[in-house]
C-alpha cells in the first residue's frame, strides 16, 4: 500500500513484487528515467539563462526545428539508459531510426526497448511555458542476445509494460504506471528527490475543460466541428471552458486531474493529425486507461492500432471516459 511522501525509491522496491516479469530491470529502467529526468530538469529550469534554447542548427525527421534542449533531452535519454545496460534499443522522436544498444552483442539478456519523446512541446521552452518527456517501454518480441529488429517497436500499445511522462512545469513531477494504475511523483529540488504526491491518479469520468488548436477549426472533420459546438453550447454545465497550452502532457496532466479531454484530430492539413502513435499516442493512452479514461482516434482504442512505422502519427482523442465518448458520437454521426 502505498503512502503520500513516500519516495519514488521507496515506492519502486514496495511495488517491485506486482511488477509483470519482475526481474528488477523494469525498476531499474524506471530509476534511470528518473536521473535523466533530474538532469534534464536542472537544464530547461535555467534554459533561459543560458544559450541552450534556439534552434540547433538542424531539423529532426519530422521537418522541426531541433531545439538544443530537444537535443540534449534526447541525448541524456539515451545515454542513461545506455550507461545502465538496461535495455536493447530505443526509438526517439528526434532519431530517423531506432538505435540498437549492444543488442548484437549475444552476451546481451536485456529484454526492454523505450519508446520516446524527449522533450514535447519543445517551441514551448523559449517562452517559458511548461514541457514534457514522453516514454513508453515494451517487451522485445525477437529472442535476446539477437540484433533488435523495428519489429521490436512496432507493437500495439496494449502491449506496453510502462509508460509515463516527465511534466517540467511550476514543479516537475514524473508520472507513470507499470499496469497497475498510475502514480505522480514530485521533485523536492532542493534534494533531488521525488516524493510521491498522487498516489492512484483518476480521471474524473466527466469534465468542463476542452483542449483542441480551434485554429485548425475549419479544417476539421465534421463530427469534431459539431462536438466543439456542443461544448461551447449552453446547456445543462455547458458550456466548457477552453483550455489549450500547446504542450500535450501539461493539457493531459491538468486534465486528468480536473476532468477534461484532449483533441488532435486530422484535418485537411494533417490528414493522420499531428501526434506520434508510438512515442505520444500509445503511452499517454495506456496512462489515460490505467486512470479509468479513455483514448481513440475518434473511432477505435488507440492502444489497438497494428502500428505501420516509427514516426507514424494517429488523431488522438483522449481523457474523460464519457467526454470522450461523446466526441467518438459526434465522429460517427456528423450529419446530426
Ligand atoms: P499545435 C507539441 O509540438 C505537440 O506535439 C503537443 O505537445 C501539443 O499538444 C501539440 O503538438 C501542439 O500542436 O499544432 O496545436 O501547435
Redesign the pocket.
Known amino acids: 500500500m502505498s503512502q503520500k511522501n513516500q519516495t519514488l525509491g521507496e515506492f519502486i522496491i514496495e511495488n517491485q513484487a506486482s511488477f509483470k516479469y519482475s526481474s528488477g530491470e523494469l525498476s531499474r529502467l524506471i530509476n534511470s528515467v528518473r536521473l535523466a529526468a533530474k538532469v534534464v530538469n536542472h537544464e530547461v529550469n535555467k534554459a533561459g539563462l543560458v544559450d541552450i534554447i534556439g534552434a540547433a542548427g538542424e531539423t529532426n525527421i519530422q521537418g ?1 526545428d531541433q531545439q538544443k534542449l530537444d537535443v540534449y533531452a534526447n541525448e541524456k535519454f539515451i545515454q542513461t539508459l545506455t550507461n545502465r545496460n538496461i535495455v536493447c534499443g530505443i526509438a526517439s522522436e528526434e532519431e530517423d531510426d531506432y538505435v540498437s544498444i549492444n543488442s548484437q552483442d549475444e552476451n546481451n539478456q536485456n529484454k526492454y526497448v523505450v519508446l520516446i ?1 524527449p522533450l ?4 514551448n521552452i523559449d517562452v517559458n511555458v511548461s514541457v ?1 518527456t514522453i516514454f513508453s517501454v515494451y517487451r522485445r518480441i525477437t529472442p535476446v542476445g539477437t540484433p533488435v529488429t523495428i519489429d521490436d517497436f512496432l507493437q500495439k500499445g496494449s502491449q506496453q509494460v510502462a509508460a509515463g511522462y516527465v511534466v517540467y512545469g511550476t514543479s516537475t513531477m514524473l508520472v507513470y504506471t507499470t499496469g497497475d494504475g498510475v502514480n505522480g511523483f514530485t521533485l523536492n529540488p532542493a534534494i533531488g528527490t521525488f516524493y510521491l504526491s498522487h498516489p492512484n491518479m483518476q480521471f474524473p469520468l466527466d469534465g468542463r475543460i476542452y483542449s483542441v ?1 480551434e ?2 477549426y475549419i479544417h476539421f472533420p465534421q463530427g469534431i466541428k459539431n462536438y466543439i459546438k456542443y461544448c461551447q453550447m449552453e446547456e445543462g454545465d455547458r458550456p466548457y471552458t477552453s483550455r ?6 501539461s ?1 493531459f496532466h491538468r486534465n486528468m486531474i480536473k476532468g477534461g479531454i ?1 483533441m ?1 484530430p486530422k484535418s485537411s492539413k494533417n490528414s493522420n493529425g ?2 506520434r502513435l508510438l512515442y ?1 499516442c500509445n503511452p499517454m493512452a495506456f496512462l489515460a486507461e490505467q486512470a479509468n479514461g479513455k483514448a481513440s482516434d475518434g473511432f477505435n482504442r488507440i492502444m489497438d492500432i497494428e502500428p505501420t512505422e516509427l514516426h507514424q502519427r494517429v488523431p488522438f482523442i483522449c481523457g474523460s471516459k464519457n467526454m470522450v465518448e461523446k466526441a467518438e458520437e459526434f465522429m460517427r454521426n456528423p450529419e446530426n
Open positions: 522541426e519523446d514535447d512541446g519543445s517551441s514534457g488548436n485554429g485548425n489549450y497550452i500547446g504542450s500535450l502532457v493539457d484532449y488532435y499531428k501526434l505520444e
